[in-house]
């Protein structure tokens, strides 16, 4: 099966910029994760989708991201405005929620984010 | 903040040495996963125990859960250089906490 596709890859910003991630979960995951990664840390979970719904976003500012999963498939999250502490790698996972091992989460590539 | 620590941070061993790396927890958990992360295949998953289990394994990796003590270990045998990467240990509850990770090198 096709992984979790993120996109873009890498992007540099100036503080106080904009930016959107995408992320495409794997087909029939309803479960969908956004990560912070700061370097040198653990991942830290954002949001949590069940479908288009919102299960978890206790630890997202929402002063300044939001994100979103109209259809219960593909995501984006945004940063407005960037401040320079969002400098991290940006991770989606996914996690099908039945049958055996429903609790593994499968994880993008990542989106390295840089504001400058 | 982090719910898992590892310890050590840093490990550096020979191939087909043992490597060992440990979390600890603070809270209650219904089970712990262990997660590799390197820049080849990101973070990918390797093994999960429940909180009402002692001891797991696949393949190369040992994982033990001691709830009593809020810990848990990995043990990778005959360590290969392709398993150079970071190891994070991830406490579930209604969610995954990942600790800081354990970054292990495996020099041939």
């Known amino acids: 099966e096709a992984g979790v596709a993120q996109s873009p890859r890498y992007k540099i910003i100036e503080k106080r910029q904009s930016v959107a991630f995408w992320c495409n979960p794997i087909?029939?995951?309803?479960?969908l994760y956004w990560y912070q990664q700061i370097l040198g840390q653990g991942p830290k979970l954002l949001i949590q989708?069940?479908?288009?719904?919102?299960?978890?976003d206790s630890q997202l500012p929402k002063d300044r991201f939001s994100a979103e999963r109209l259809k219960g498939v593909d995501s984006t999250l945004k940063i407005q405005p960037a401040k320079l502490e969002d400098s991290a790698v940006y991770l989606c996972?996914?996690?099908?929620?039945?049958?055996?091992?429903?609790?593994?989460?499968?994880f993008g590539p990542g989106t390295r984010l840089t504001v400058l | 903040s982090q719910q898992g620590e590892e310890d050590p941070q840093a490990l550096s061993i020979q191939e087909g040495e043992n490597a060992t790396m440990n979390c600890s927890y603070k809270?209650?958990?219904?089970?712990l996963q262990w997660y590799r992360q390197n820049s080849g295949r990101g973070l990918v998953h390797l093994i999960l125990?429940?909180?009402?289990?002692r001891e797991k394994h696949s393949g190369r990796l040992r994982v033990t859960l001691d709830t009593s003590k809020k810990s848990s270990s990995l043990l990778i045998t005959a360590s290969r250089a392709a398993d150079t990467a970071s190891y994070f240990c991830?406490?579930?509850?209604?969610?995954?906490?990942f600790g800081a990770g354990t970054r292990l090198a495996v020099h041939p």
């Open positions: 087909s029939g995951h309803a479960t």
């Open positions: 125990i429940r909180s009402n289990e």
């Open positions: 809270t209650s958990i219904n089970n």
């Open positions: 989708f069940q479908n288009n719904g919102v299960v978890d």
């Open positions: 996972a996914s996690r099908r929620d039945a049958g055996v091992n429903y609790n593994e989460q499968f």
């Open positions: 991830a406490t579930a509850l209604n969610k995954l906490i």
